[in-house]
């Protein structure tokens, strides 16, 4: 027997998007986006608080369909929900830093999609001026880049944060005209100006401009942390056409998020398990224990001298794995490395930025729960021959407790041991939506402070919610978080 009402999808269909000049006769059906608007009440007595989803997958995969994000926790504690796709990968990020081609595309049908909200959400019982943007992943790194873009101000009052953002390694994309033009060369191309390439682009068969991994340094090739060959830009400026973002990626943090708008933002405990995969046993001596740099950041990989790039392996090494050679028994300390490297560091470093100007409402989390809902690990993230020492909460293993997924049959049973923390959950997000406080009242017999750089107060989201300080402290310490260590150029992080 399930626990959720039943919710109301009152409407489903299609927006135009502004292709920004991508409107060639071959691409005509990414010319719509499709959305899903979910109701609790068809006609509500007061407008009702939106909380808008864009979906996770690496912007090269997913969408916001129903089989993975049913709406039904969240649209029984009277919200509305809304669900949309967005263009991704070669499509929705191709960038050749021309007028006609300035990339991050599927970031501004994210923005029409906002507009359309903003427009119509009234004629289905929502309030505009109520309106929670929040993601996962790809879909969190989203919803910071939001947080500071010129084209996204006033369309939402929240947001919430999962598992990204956006100076995470594989949210950004660097040497973008190079990679269009590797994998214009591996299509056949041979021409060399901009314009030709853009052409060449436009013509080729949607079919080979997805599922493109194309390593652009050879660190790329060998290092296991996740790579994503198309994403988020920084942007040229174009007199005639508006930019999503502009400008060093740290600097723009520098500067602030949008005013007046609050912040949830967190990570689960186990992030790192997307890398588990990617790891062969053979990699262990061919890779860990040959280069250095495999144990080097992403951020500093791409940014600084070969000296210092060996320097840093040589400390990572040393903290995670002490005098010993990387092997069988503790190559399980991969999964703390990755999980500081792709998400966390980036997470504590974007939150240090923002409660620092004492301008938002910022509230950090870390997600705990574990229950028969935490199938991620096991059913995408499952290592060819690692040993696990401990159940995972892995990436995406929050989404379960917020989403009514079809994927991994889960019990709907209110006995079972994930019915309480799914009332937990739902109850923080849509509270923090509704009021901009996930413990606006004694339900829940907990208060979650908002974060500052003295206090460093976060929420462990468990079986038990239980508040603390400075989650990971020993990790991040020992990774050197302080923003004054992060020039706006040529960045060098110090240990």
Not at 134 to 153: N, R
Not at 470 to 479: N, Y
């Amino acid at each position: 027997m399930g626990w959720c009402a039943q919710c109301k999808r009152i409407w489903s269909g299609l927006f135009p998007v502004r292709l920004h000049n991508w409107n060639y006769q071959s691409w005509k059906r990414e010319l719509s986006v499709s959305k899903r608007v979910y109701t609790p009440s068809l006609e509500p007595s007061t407008l009702l608080p939106v909380m808008f989803w864009i979906h996770r997958g690496g912007f090269v995969a997913g969408s916001g369909n129903d089989d993975f994000y049913g709406p039904d926790f969240l649209v029984d504690k009277d919200v509305i929900v809304v669900t949309f796709n967005y263009r991704l990968e070669v499509l929705g990020f191709l960038c050749l830093d021309i007028e006609d081609a300035p990339g991050n595309a599927g970031m501004k049908d994210q923005v029409t999609a906002l507009r359309w909200v903003q427009k119509n959400i009234k004629n289905f019982g929502g309030d505009p001026d109520n309106v929670t943007i929040f993601g996962e992943s790809a879909g969190g790194a989203s919803v910071s880049c939001h947080l500071l873009s010129p084209m996204s101000k006033g369309l939402f009052k929240r947001a919430i944060i999962q598992s990204g953002v956006l100076s995470c390694h594989w949210a950004q994309n660097f040497e973008t005209r190079e990679r269009a033009l590797l994998l214009a060369r591996k299509l056949g191309y041979n021409g060399q100006s901009d314009d030709d390439l853009l052409n060449f682009s436009k013509k080729a068969p949607v079919e080979s401009l997805v599922n493109i991994r194309l390593p652009l340094i050879m660190s790329e090739s060998i290092c296991k942390d996740t790579m994503m060959c198309f994403s988020l830009v920084n942007e040229k400026r174009f007199a005639n056409s508006e930019s999503f973002i502009s400008g060093d990626v740290y600097e723009c943090m520098r500067k602030g998020i949008h005013k007046n708008v609050d912040v949830m933002v967190g990570y689960t405990a186990d992030e790192g398990a997307t890398c588990l995969p990617m790891i062969d046993e053979e990699d262990i001596d061919g890779i860990f224990n040959r280069y250095l740099e495999s144990l080097v950041p992403s951020a500093i990989r791409h940014r600084c001298t070969i000296r210092e790039q060996l320097e840093v392996g040589r400390q990572m090494k040393l903290y995670y794995f002490g005098n010993s050679k990387v092997n069988n028994e503790n190559v399980i300390k991969l999964l703390d490395y990755y999980s500081m490297n792709s998400f966390v560091f980036d997470t504590m470093l974007w939150i240090k930025h923002c409660a620092k100007r004492n301008e938002n409402k910022t509230y950090l989390y870390k997600f705990t729960c574990q229950s028969e809902r935490n199938f991620i690990a096991n059913t995408f993230f499952k290592s060819k021959f690692i040993k696990l020492v401990k159940p995972l909460v892995a990436h995406a293993d929050d989404l379960p407790y917020l989403f009514n997924t079809k994927i991994g049959n889960l019990s709907q049973d209110k006995d079972s041991k994930g019915f309480s923390m799914i009332q937990n959950v739902t109850k923080l997000w849509t509270d923090f939506a509704q009021l901009g406080n996930p413990t606006a009242d004694d339900i829940l017999e907990v208060k979650w402070s908002p974060y500052t750089p003295e206090r460093g107060d976060y929420l462990e989201i468990g079986e038990k919610l239980i508040p603390g300080n400075f989650p990971d402290k020993e990790e991040t310490s020992f990774l050197g978080i302080d923003i004054q260590t992060i020039p706006t150029s040529n960045i060098t992080i110090i240990f």
